[in-house]
Every structure is written in C-alpha cells, then in structure tokens.
C-alpha cells in the first residue's frame, strides 16, 4: 500500500495535501496528522477530489513516542515533514524506529537558538543507510528547486558552472502594511540573522540586509529592492557542486516590510531570549508571532506574483555562458487551486512531486541526501503539469 503521512496542517501542508489528493494513482492512502487537528479537519473537508477518505490524527512531532505511535499504527511508506524545523530531528527518529522514509522542505533549527544547518540531519546518513531506509531534504522551492535547477543546469546546459546567484522574488500584496508569508517566527529568524555568501571556498559575512540590489524582475513584475541573506541551500549546493566559486542568494523585500522590521528588532519584539511579563516567561518572537496575522489567512487577499529562480555564470562549449532559470506562480491562481497563497504553493508542490519520486523508485537511494544528489531530469520534466512550469533565459551580462 502506497501510504504516505503529512505532519503539519499550515499553508505548506494544506498545498501537499491537496497535491496528494490530485494523485491518487501514487498516493493510494493518506494520512494528516498535526498538533491541532481541527485544522486538519477542515483542510480534508474542502478536499472534494480523493476517492478514499483521508484519514486525520493528532500528534505532538516533538515527541519521539507519540510519533512511533502513529507511524506503527499507519505503517506509512513515506512521512513528509511540513511541521517546522524545530521538528525535523524527532520525526526523523521515530523514522529511523519504524522503518518509514522521510522528507522535509527545511533543515533543522533548535528553537532557542536561531541558527540552521545541515549538519544534525547529515549526521544520520549511516542509520538511514544501514536501515535501507531514504531521507530527502529541503524538497520545497528554496530549498528544493532551486537546488533542482542548478543540478539540471549542471547536467544539461552548463561544462561547468562557475557562479550562481538564488534570486526569491514575492511580488504578492496582502494588504496588510506587515505580515510574513510563512511561519513568521522562522521568516523572521532567517531575515533578521547576518547575511552570509559563499567566495572561494570560503563564507563572507555581512551585516543583515547591508547589501542590496536592485533587478528587473520578467513576466511584468518589474524592478524590486532585493538584499543579500543567507540561505540553507546554499549549505548543500556548495557541498555538492565544489567547482561553483560564488554563491549568493537574495530576496525581495518592500519598504513597508523592511521600515516595520527595523522597529520591532530595535525595541527587542525578534529576540529568542526569553523575558519575564506578569510572573510568566515569553520569548517575544513567539508572542509577535500570536499578534500577526496568521499566513494562512493571507490566501484570500493576496494579490500578485512570486518569481523565483536562479541565475548562472558558467562556460557550454568553450564559452562563457549566462542562464537564469526561473518560475512565475500566481498568488489568486494558488489559492483558487489549494486555498493558499504562492509561497505555501510554490514549497508544496516540489514536496509532493518529491514524494512521488521517492514512492515510485525514480529517486531512490539508502542514507540522507540533498534533493540534487538526485537526477533532476525526472523531476523537471513533471513539475510543469503540477503546478510550476519553469523558463530558461539567456540574458546577454552577467549578474553583477
Ligand atoms: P505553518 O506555521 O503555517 O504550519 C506549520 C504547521 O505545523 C502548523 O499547522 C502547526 O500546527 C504544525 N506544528 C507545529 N509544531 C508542531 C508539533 N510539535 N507537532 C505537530 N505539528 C506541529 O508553516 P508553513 O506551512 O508555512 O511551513 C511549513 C514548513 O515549510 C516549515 O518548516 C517552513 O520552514 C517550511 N517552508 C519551506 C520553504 C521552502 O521553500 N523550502 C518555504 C516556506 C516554508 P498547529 O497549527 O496545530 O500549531
């Protein structure tokens, strides 16, 4: 039985659900399991598609147990991971106990320390392998294809690739003068940190949001502010590919969002560190968190475009070469689709095309691996039709 098990009933969840559901043909029975599963039991209830009932749970993915519990119980052959990163490392675990391969779309951060890296997730390669069992990390847009792109342009556009600069783009308008389109405590962690890019095998750091550029985005988005962050792919993409002597990664930000940031980092409402209010400790990201608008309810009004793609400086055929490979999503297109805005859509869908390579065997592979380790020719030949058609662009400069 081709069972697999989603954890997590936010934007990102909801998009592979409804993904799964598109194919029942792979994903013969699913599982939806989250903290609150009310919230499963409504995102299954607008599921008008599958031909089975989708089964919903309960589960707290912190902890190791109860998820042995559920694993034992639905035996799943596959568990995709879109709970946050805080729960990468349990569910990989109770993995790890029950003999079920595992997928996330972003790597393992600890919850009081805001830092992410490969590395704890890396480190379980030989007890994946030596259970015979797959784990694929980081299968969302960025990460996920990201990485695809730059291991397609690798195998079938480029000799050898020399620089490549990771360019997010969300062009979407929520009406809102601040909010963020996914989890806000990770969004805000990742863009409040340093920025850091990769120069010849080693990593520069800079100031958060010091470097800035501005691009002329396609399909009439137009020019946008976008500034220099780190990013988790960029971790696994250097590991990988040791030829690529610069990597940068960029994201666009509007005036109103960076303006509110800047006042709620300076009168302390980002930090982890916990405070004492009324007797009781909070961390004041979380409780910012409680204040903002939740990103699911963002899908009915927002309006606009995501542009993400990744641009490359290399040599095909003796001369130099530039490629930017990109996809375009519709915020309004998502949501008439899934019921949520292009960033929850634009990572949920490489997830469930990545469940899918990993169920039929056109990804297969014993230990912890990168989405690019895999050949992405399977991969970008099917992401059109479910959702993400990509151009090849070959501007005339390179990227400066
Ligand atoms: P949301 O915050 O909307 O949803 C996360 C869900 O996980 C919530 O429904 C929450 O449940 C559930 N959850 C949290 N903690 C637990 C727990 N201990 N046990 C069980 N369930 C839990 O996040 P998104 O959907 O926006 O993002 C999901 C993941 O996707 C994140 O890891 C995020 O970093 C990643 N992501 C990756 C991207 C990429 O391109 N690679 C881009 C965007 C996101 P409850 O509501 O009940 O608390």
């Not at 130099?320 to 899934?338: A, G, K």
């Amino acid at each position: 039985m081709n069972r697999v098990l989603i954890i997590g009933a936010g934007g990102v969840g909801r998009v592979v659900l409804n993904k799964c559901a598109q194919h029942p043909e792979i994903f013969e029975d699913v599982v939806f399991a989250s903290r609150t599963v009310s919230k499963c039991e409504k995102i299954v209830s607008e599921i008008k598609s599958f031909p089975k009932p989708i089964t919903t749970e309960q589960v707290d993915a912190d902890d190791v147990d109860q998820l042995v519990r559920l694993f034992e119980k639905y035996q799943p052959k596959l568990v995709i991971n879109v709970a946050l990163p805080y729960q990468d490392l349990t569910i990989m675990e109770a993995c790890l106990k029950t003999g079920v391969n595992y997928l996330d779309t972003a790597n393992y951060e600890h919850p009081d320390i805001p830092k992410f890296c490969y590395a704890p997730q890396w480190a379980m390669h030989e007890r994946f392998k030596e259970a015979g069992l797959t784990a694929l990390l980081g299968c969302g847009f960025d990460p996920g294809m990201t990485n695809i792109y730059v291991a397609y342009a690798r195998k079938n556009l480029f000799d050898r690739i020399d620089t490549v600069d990771i360019i997010d783009c969300n062009a979407g308008d929520h009406g809102y003068p601040f909010a963020t389109n996914f989890n806000p405590e990770i969004n805000i962690r990742e863009v409040t940190a340093k920025g850091r890019y990769y120069q010849q095998g080693e990593w520069i750091e800079t100031e958060p949001m010091e470097v800035m550029r501005v691009f002329d985005f396609p399909e009439g988005i137009g020019a946008k502010d976008m500034y220099l962050l780190y990013h988790e792919e960029m971790e696994s993409l250097t590991k990988h590919f040791p030829e690529i002597k610069r990597m940068r990664f960029w994201m666009t930000f509007g005036q109103s969002y960076l303006m509110h940031l800047r006042a709620l980092q300076n009168v302390g409402m980002t930090s982890v560190e916990p405070i004492l209010y009324q007797g009781q400790e909070i961390i004041p990201l979380q409780f910012l968190k409680a204040v903002l608008p939740d990103p699911a309810s963002l899908g009915p009004r927002t309006v606009g475009k995501t542009c993400i793609g990744i641009w490359v400086d290399g040599v095909k055929n003796e001369q130099r070469q530039f490629t930017y490979i990109y996809n375009i999503c519709d915020h309004q297109e998502s949501y008439r689709e899934t019921g949520a805005q292009a960033v929850s859509y634009t990572t949920g869908v490489p997830a469930a095309l990545g469940a899918k390579m990993l169920m039929t065997g056109q990804w297969s592979g014993h230990g912890v691996f990168n989405v690019e380790e895999f050949d992405p020719d399977p991969f970008m030949k099917e992401i059109g039709s479910w959702g993400l058609p990509w151009v090849v662009a070959y501007p005339e400069k390179a990227f400066e």
